[in-house]
């Protein structure tokens, strides 16, 4: 680990000055980017520290919603009556992740802008655009059983670690953030990034840009709420394929549907065509079927991970059924 400045930011406006620093980074939990400093994959040169900002609540909105402070940590947000009664699946994407201590630790805000679990990214030995523009991508043709089968390019292949962000993503989460040019919100869907060919940015923030809180909308009525993660073992995995889903049934028909997906591209992916492939049909195989062909047209396998096009066919067609069933 290199020698770095630290500063603990006592408001925003400290926070957002601070990051004008070359090389500044900011710090809450630290679960991701501690463990990238070790291995010197990020090597910051000045570490704000915001762990003090008033940013720690979860609280209902005038219009049903919520809003949840980015210094929210994950086990807290898990277990927060309102989230586990009207957000199930959120609450469950927040169990799925990593271990109960990270958990305790890991913030909301943070959660997001965790970085790929990638080994190539994590090796400073081997190639990773993403760590190093213009090395190449180790990945392509090398081992990438963890990696992306949707939305990737020829300079990267990573995936987005991320399970909160992709029960969020299919809530139709917003990222209230604030930055030297002011405050804005940004959709969800806006706030990462595809590779194409500058894999090394992850998001769409502005320098030195702070999160301070994620808005949820109100919950989707009579919705049955899933949230399935499959993994190599039972805890402390990454997703190979995870889906989040919230259908709404109407006299015996799907009228609503909202699905997003971990494990499969470099950010939590949601394809609204297949949603309205869904509207309108009983639920049943042959529709989920056609829902899975949507989504799979432009899947791409590299080898050691074809398997998770059938993997991802098989995960939707199951969470589906769940769902459907608790709509009812």
Not at 198 to 213: F, K, R, S, V, Y
Request: hydrophobic share 45%; charged share 25%; proline share 6%.
């Amino acid at each position: 680990m290199r020698d770095f400045v630290y500063a603990r930011a006592a408001t925003a406006g400290d926070a957002i000055g601070a990051m004008a620093a070359p090389g500044a980074r900011y710090i809450a939990g630290g679960t991701n980017l501690i463990d990238l400093m070790k291995v010197d994959v990020e090597r910051p040169s000045r570490l704000v520290d915001i762990s003090r900002l008033p940013f720690t609540d979860v609280e209902d909105q005038p219009d049903g919603g919520v809003r949840i402070g980015a210094l929210v940590p994950n086990s807290d947000l898990a277990a927060h009556p309102r989230i586990r009664r009207d957000y199930p699946m959120l609450a469950r994407a927040l169990l799925a992740g990593a271990s109960g201590q990270l958990r305790n630790k890991a913030t909301t805000g943070g959660n997001l802008l965790q970085r790929t679990r990638c080994y190539y990214f994590y090796d400073t030995a081997l190639p990773c655009n993403k760590r190093d523009p213009g090395s190449g991508c180790g990945a392509i043709g090398g081992f990438n059983r963890i990696h992306a089968i949707l939305g990737a390019s020829e300079s990267c292949i990573a995936t987005h670690p991320s399970d909160m962000a992709v029960a969020m993503l299919a809530l139709d989460a917003r990222v209230e953030v604030r930055g030297p040019a002011g405050a804005r919100t940004i959709a969800l869907a806006d706030f990462h990034r595809l590779p194409g060919d500058t894999p090394h940015i992850d998001t769409n923030l502005e320098p030195g840009e702070l999160i301070e809180a994620v808005l949820l909308p109100p919950p989707p009525a009579a919705a049955g709420q899933v949230y399935r993660k499959v993994r190599d073992r039972a805890s402390y995995a990454f997703a190979l394929v995870s889906v989040a889903a919230a259908l709404t049934i109407d006299q015996g028909v799907i009228a609503r549907a909202a699905l997003a997906f971990g494990g499969l591209a470099h950010k939590p992916w949601r394809d609204r065509t297949v949603e309205q492939a869904l509207v309108g049909e009983r639920p049943s195989a042959p529709a989920f079927d056609r829902a899975a062909d949507r989504l799979l047209a432009d899947a791409r396998g590299r080898g050691h991970n074809d398997f998770k096009i059938m993997l991802a066919r098989r995960t939707l067609g199951a969470v589906l059924r769940e769902a459907a069933g608790a709509a009812r």
